[in-house]
């Protein structure tokens, strides 16, 4: 492949995942690191390295683009600040200790992993599979801990924790709206302390391609910032016109097939 292709679908992925995520809104990650992997060994990369360039790139991209949505949940009085101030020391720990999970595992075993929680969020979308709220909020301590289990998770399937921030803080009797925006804030931890997790653990292996800072891609991480977070906007923009409860159950189970496919090959 030459140069300008390899840009080219990079482009085109960062555009897919930014409508799909701004349409159903959810994490770009969820997108982002099932369509690297298959990019990347597309390209002849070492398989072996590939899932965690893929986890490694996504969290990278999402520390850009999660800055925007950040800005207008805090904008819109959406974020809970008190529960991110103690949820963001859990956090941080738990991406940091995340990233090192995920470089002891094999590429294959990573990618396992990958494909079971892709399975996961493809059933839960299906079903709308929502938590009840019916238990409030914990203490400190208490965020804390759940943060470093979010961000521990997050890190290992390069994702912004918005997957499992949400429902955790839905569960916790936070209202949804607060709940996504809190999610946004809590994304931009995970992926910075995610990406220098993979940055740190991926640092000179010599499997890594050119253009690789660790487990960083960067074709891919410049491809990609550089157009999801218009289309993003797009994507909201669609939300409002099509019926999307329709359109997520078709993309789970796009999503189901993607899960199946990396248990099976």
């Not at 072996?48 to 800005?71: E, K, N, Q, W």
């Not at 809590?186 to 800072?213: D, K, M, R």
């Not at 016109?241 to 496919?261: D, E, T, W, Y």
Request: charged content about 10%; glycine content about 14%.
């Amino acid at each position: 492949m030459t140069v300008l292709f390899v840009l080219a679908s990079y482009l085109a992925l960062g555009a897919f995942a930014g409508t799909l995520a701004g349409l159903f809104g959810i994490g770009g990650g969820l997108i982002i690191v099932p369509v690297l992997i298959f990019s990347f060994d597309l390209q002849g990369m070492d398989p072996d390295i590939t899932p965690h360039l893929a986890v490694g790139t996504s969290l990278a991209t999402i520390m850009f683009t999660s800055v925007s949505s950040i800005r207008s949940h805090h904008i819109h009085g959406a974020v809970r600040w008190e529960l991110f101030r103690p949820m963001v020391i859990g956090i941080v720990v738990g991406a940091l200790v995340g990233a090192w999970t995920a470089s002891l595992l094999s590429g294959r075993a990573l990618e396992l992993t990958i494909g079971v929680f892709v399975i996961v969020m493809s059933l839960k979308m299906f079903f709308q599979v929502d938590p009840k709220s019916d238990r409030g909020l914990p203490g400190s301590r208490g965020l804390t801990v759940a943060g470093g289990g979010i961000g521990w998770a997050s890190a290992i399937f390069g994702v912004g924790g918005g997957t499992l921030t949400v429902p955790y803080l839905v569960w916790r009797n936070v209202t949804m709206q607060q709940a996504v925006g809190t999610s946004a804030a809590c994304g931009l931890p995970i992926a910075i302390a995610g990406t220098l997790g993979n940055v740190w653990t991926g640092w000179q292996n010599p499997a890594l391609p050119g253009f690789s800072v660790g487990f960083i891609y960067l074709p891919a991480l410049v491809g990609v910032i550089l157009t999801s977070v218009f289309f993003a906007r797009v994507g909201a923009n669609l939300a409002h016109r099509l019926n999307a409860n329709r359109l997520k159950r078709i993309f789970s189970i796009m999503l189901l097939l993607v899960g199946l496919r990396f248990l099976l090959s």
